[in-house]
């Protein structure tokens, strides 16, 4: 069982940065595939990005490709979604998630494919 909580959303001028944090417990990250996905109200829960264990393999939404970067410190346990260049679209909750089987790169978007979530973080976007 893995335990996730996000932390670093806020409000932000457009054109701002922001770094989002997603800190696990109960077990290590190393052998998990870590994802970043966000919702807004009336949406389906979108994948922003994702970080593939078996071969470090990275994913981006088109969306948010060349703003975004996603990382992992695996001494804290901690993986990170650094955003930059926000525009208002990008108003959303932020979710990581993890899972642990192998995931295939045409999947990674899928929201079902994640067995762990955490409880997301609110990113506002407004001038």
């Known amino acids: 069982q893995v335990q996730l909580v996000e932390s670093g959303g806020g409000l932000v001028q457009p054109g701002g940065s922001l770094r989002l944090s997603c800190t696990a417990s109960?077990?290590?990250?190393?052998?998990?595939?870590i994802a970043w996905f966000r919702q807004t109200p009336g949406k389906e829960r979108e994948g922003v990005s994702c970080?593939?264990?078996?071969?470090?393999?990275?994913y981006y939404a088109d969306s948010v490709k060349g703003r975004f970067t996603i990382s992992r410190d695996n001494a804290k346990n901690t993986l990170y979604l650094q955003m930059n260049s926000l525009k208002p679209d990008d108003t959303a909750v932020y979710y990581c998630?993890?899972?642990?089987?192998?995931?295939?790169?045409?999947?990674?978007?899928?929201?079902?494919?994640?067995?762990?979530w955490g409880q997301g973080t609110q990113v506002t976007v407004s001038s």
């Open positions: 998630a993890a899972k642990r089987d192998f995931l295939g790169g045409n999947r990674w978007y899928l929201r079902y494919e994640y067995d762990y």
């Open positions: 109960s077990a290590t990250l190393d052998y998990y595939n």
């Open positions: 970080l593939r264990y078996s071969d470090g393999q990275i």
